[in-house]
Each structure stands twice: as structure tokens, then as C-alpha cells.
């Protein structure tokens, strides 16, 4: 196997397949690889949460983000139904973070007035008023607060969707081809090398999330992006009606259009292991049951894990790698690759074709020490 693309996207998680679909849509030859399956890894074990608001504990850049790409959610699931036909069910109810205890109180209270400083739409629920909302929630919950612009996907759905415009945008999809190493002159990168050959290419994009680090070390370049487990689980919603997600300390519940509701999630290191572990999951349904009791009796359906791509100081690294021609990152998305995906992809394609980086100057890759040992 030998071939050309103008650009070769490593990595075919959410991040890799929207940047590989808005690279295409301008007209731009490039090739996605990918190891495994199209989003199999992270990506399709999230939770499908879309809520900086609830992610996010002070304003600044990763804040803005959040809520920048929350906001071109709309128009980008219409645009892949149209294209694809495929609804991926975003849900815009809003989403409730609960305190159950005094302690809980105090971290929600302080959260609740930064927010409103900041002059975001959020309103601060009694538990009479939790309760009208959701009859199921705990009687212990104090309060919550309400922030009814934030809204959750079915990301599988959000992932099957981006596959087909892909290759209705003719993006070079591989499936199965481990990129296994960089093919450079001096410190201009020519191509990759895979398990089935090498192909060429002036520009590499690496979004290869928790394994980021492997392929850019090849080069001698040292991203500091490590794997943090999520175990997570699905029970069934039939006898338990919740139309908002729930996020409270324990955890959270993200009731789905298709009758499931998604419980999760531990964050646990355990190196590049994906099984999940009885402490794991028994955690996370304690976590769920102390939020709605009633979720007690729900059926069981799964259990699984992923690997969210954690970076040293919590925030995406996005942009062109320091020293190096044609090799730009963009991965460490850490609990909020789904959310961040569209504006990830408008960012790294605005570079590409303009070589402007000041939408993303707080995630450059130059803000650590990236060593380089060749
Ligand atoms: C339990 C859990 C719940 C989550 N909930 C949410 C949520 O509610 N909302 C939200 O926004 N985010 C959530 N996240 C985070 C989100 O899933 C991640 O931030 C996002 O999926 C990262 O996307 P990615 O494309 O960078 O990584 P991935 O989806 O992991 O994709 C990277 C891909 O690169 C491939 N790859 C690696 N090395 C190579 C190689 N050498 N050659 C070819 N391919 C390679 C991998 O096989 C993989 O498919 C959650 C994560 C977990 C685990």
C-alpha cells in the first residue's frame, strides 16, 4: 500500500472523524486511520453530556469553549441529517447538578453565583421545586441548579452519522491500519508508516486521544496525554420517567431517547485497561441509586468502559507541534471530547488552511516542554 492524501487524520474517535469531515467539505484530500473501529474507543463509551456549565469549576478559555461548541450543536446535527439521515437525538432539557448534603450545598452555592457573575441563564431550585421537576430524585437532594441550555447527544448515533458524511465527502476511510511511526525529512513530516505500508502525505494530523503520546514519541516529541479509565453502565428508563440529566457528586444519570438511562462514571487509572471492574461498576450504580433510589429496580443492561485522553494540566492540546513542519495534534479532551468536537474541528481547519492559531492560542501544544530527543 502506498498513496497520497493531502492530509492523513490518525485517529478515528470523534475528534479525528469530525476534523477528517470539515477538512473534506473544503475541498481537501485526506485519509482517516484508524486501528480498530471508527469511534470504538472513548468516543463511543461516552455518556453524550453536553454541558460546560457542569464541567467546567471557573470562567476562561476551556469554559468558552465549551459553551462556543455547545452552541454549534444545532446546526451540525441538522446538517448530518440531512446528509446522513441519521437523527442523533439531541436533547436540549437542560440539565439539574444536585447538592445532597450541607458540604454539597456550599460547592453549589459557590458554583451557582460564579456562574451568574458571569452572567450565564441558570436558576438556583429548591427541593420542592427539584421534586416537581423530577418526582424520582432523592428526598435528600437540598438543592440544584437548573441550566436549561445544556443538553446531551446519543454519540453513537452522533458517531455513525459522521462515518457516512465522511465518506459521502469522499475522506479516504481506513479501518484496521495501525499508524505505527512518522515517515520525516530533517523535521518535515512526509507521510506515516502503518502495519499494512506507508502512504504519503504533508500533513499529519494526530487526534489519536489516550494514545497520542505512542505515535508522536516516535518523533521525539513528548505530549503529556495519559489514559483515565470511565466505567459506566446502562439501565433500563421503563418504569422510571426522567426528562433532565442529573449530575450530582456521586455521579450522574443521562436519560436517553432510545428508553436507556446511562449511569456513570468512575475516572480510575488503570493504565491502557479497559475492563471493568465489579468495584467499578458497583460504585457507579451506588452513585446512581443515592441520586433515584428507585433506580434500584431498573433493569440492568450493560456495563463498559473507555479511556478518556487526560492531559497534564486538564486542558486539550490543539495546533501545530513547535520545530516541526506538516505535524499538528489535536487530542487530550479528556471528560469533553464530544462536547468540544465541532469547534475542535473549525479550529484545526482554520489552521490548515490559514496557518491562524488565535482561536486555540490557550491549548497550543508549545505551552509545555514538548522535549525532543532526536
Ligand atoms: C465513561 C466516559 C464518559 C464520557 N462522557 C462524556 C460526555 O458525557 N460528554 C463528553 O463530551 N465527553 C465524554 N467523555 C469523553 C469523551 O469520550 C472523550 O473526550 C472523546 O471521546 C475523545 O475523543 P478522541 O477522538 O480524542 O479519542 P478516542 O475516541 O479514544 O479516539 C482515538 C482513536 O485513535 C485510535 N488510535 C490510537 N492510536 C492509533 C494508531 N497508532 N493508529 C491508528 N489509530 C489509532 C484509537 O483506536 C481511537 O479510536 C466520556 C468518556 C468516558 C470514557
Not at 451540525?76 to 442523533?88: H, K, M, N, Y
Not at 424520582?136 to 457516512?164: G, T
Request: hydrophobic residues 40%; glycine residues 10%.
Amino acid at each position: 500500500m502506498k498513496s497520497y492524501s493531502d492530509i492523513i487524520v490518525v485517529g478515528g474517535g470523534i475528534i479525528g472523524l469530525s476534523i477528517a469531515t470539515e477538512l473534506a467539505s473544503s475541498g481537501i484530500a485526506v485519509t482517516l486511520i484508524e486501528q480498530g473501529m471508527f469511534g470504538g474507543e472513548a468516543s463511543v463509551a461516552a455518556a453524550g453530556m453536553l454541558a460546560p456549565l457542569k464541567e467546567f469549576t471557573k470562567p476562561g478559555p476551556l469554559l468558552d469553549m465549551g459553551i462556543r461548541s455547545l452552541q454549534l450543536y444545532d446546526n451540525w446535527v441538522s446538517e448530518l441529517r440531512e446528509a446522513t439521515g441519521i437523527d442523533c437525538q439531541l436533547s436540549t432539557a437542560g440539565i439539574l447538578t444536585v447538592a445532597m448534603t450541607e458540604m454539597e450545598e456550599d460547592w453549589l452555592q459557590e458554583r451557582y453565583q460564579w456562574q451568574k457573575t458571569e452572567g450565564y441563564e441558570i436558576r438556583l431550585l429548591s427541593t420542592r421545586e427539584v421534586h416537581e421537576r423530577e418526582p424520582h430524585l432523592s428526598k435528600k437532594i437540598r438543592q440544584a441548579i437548573y441550566s436549561p441550555h445544556e443538553a446531551d447527544i446519543n454519540n453513537c448515533l452522533l458517531l455513525e452519522a459522521l462515518v457516512i458524511q465522511a465518506e459521502k465527502r469522499n475522506v479516504h476511510l481506513l479501518q484496521n491500519t495501525a499508524v505505527i511511526g512518522l515517515k520525516q525529512t530533517g523535521h518535515k513530516i512526509t507521510g506515516v508508516v502503518t502495519n499494512k505500508g506507508e502512504m504519503v502525505a504533508n500533513h499529519v494530523i494526530v487526534a489519536s486521544g489516550a494514545w497520542a503520546a505512542d505515535i508522536l514519541g516516535q518523533v521525539g516529541v513528548d505530549v503529556p496525554v495519559y489514559p483515565v479509565r470511565g466505567q459506566i453502565a446502562a439501565v433500563g428508563s421503563s418504569n422510571l420517567p426522567l426528562s433532565h440529566v442529573v449530575f450530582g457528586k456521586n455521579g450522574y444519570l443521562v436519560p436517553k431517547q432510545d428508553g436507556r438511562i446511562i449511569v456513570g462514571a468512575t475516572e480510575d487509572l488503570a493504565g491502557f485497561e479497559r475492563s471493568t471492574t465489579v468495584y467499578g461498576v458497583s460504585t457507579v450504580l451506588k452513585g446512581a441509586m443515592s441520586i433515584v433510589p428507585a433506580i434500584s429496580q431498573a433493569p440492568f443492561l450493560q456495563a463498559w468502559a473507555g479511556l478518556r485522553p487526560a492531559t497534564a494540566d486538564g486542558h486539550p492540546i490543539l495546533g501545530p507541534v513547535p520545530d516541526w513542519t506538516g505535524l499538528t495534534v489535536a487530542c487530550g479532551h479528556y471528560r469533553n471530547g464530544i462536547l468540544l468536537a465541532p469547534l475542535t474541528a473549525k479550529w484545526i481547519v482554520e489552521y490548515v488552511r490559514s496557518g491562524e492559531t488565535k482561536h486555540m492560542s490557550a491549548f497550543l501544544p508549545e505551552r509545555f516542554s514538548l522535549v525532543s530527543y532526536d
